[in-house]
């Protein structure tokens, strides 16, 4: 079951926090023609790679505690917003959630080993995609919120410093 996800908790804040260098802003996409959009007809996937890379932006000038209480903070530039399924997740290489723009009960919880329905570990999947020069594209399946429903879900990932930042549209 859905449920069945939840990890052991962890102490929050016990990720290493480094700096992210310009290298980590990635400017290659490989869903630049995909057309998932949202109201409006606005190219969603776009938006939601572009949202990681402002992510990364903010973090080189304000430092990564600086973009963590960002995504966190209900005020926050990365954080979700009415109108807007887009927010940012970020996560320590070991899995650990540092900050989470829409659901605030996972922070410190670690989502390693955490599987969708159709038993893929799609954290460990944010971490290697994330990792790879310019980051990438993850598919998994997720209980959508605002349907109530599993649904397949990709999420744009980067990793740099220590954390991996990513944001995600349903499809």
Partial sequence: SWAAEASPRVQPGSGQILSIPPSAIATNSPHQ??????????????????????GFAYMKANGKAALILEVQKASGKFHTKPGSPLYLFVYDLNGLVLAHGAEANLLGVNRLNVKDPDGKQYTKEFIAVGQKKGGGWVDYKRMNPETRKIEEKTSFVMAEGGIVAGCGIYK
């Fill in 33 to 54: 023609t995909q057309p998932f959009v949202w109201s409006g007809g606005k190219p969603l996937i776009r938006k939601a790679e572009a949202l990681v890379k402002e």
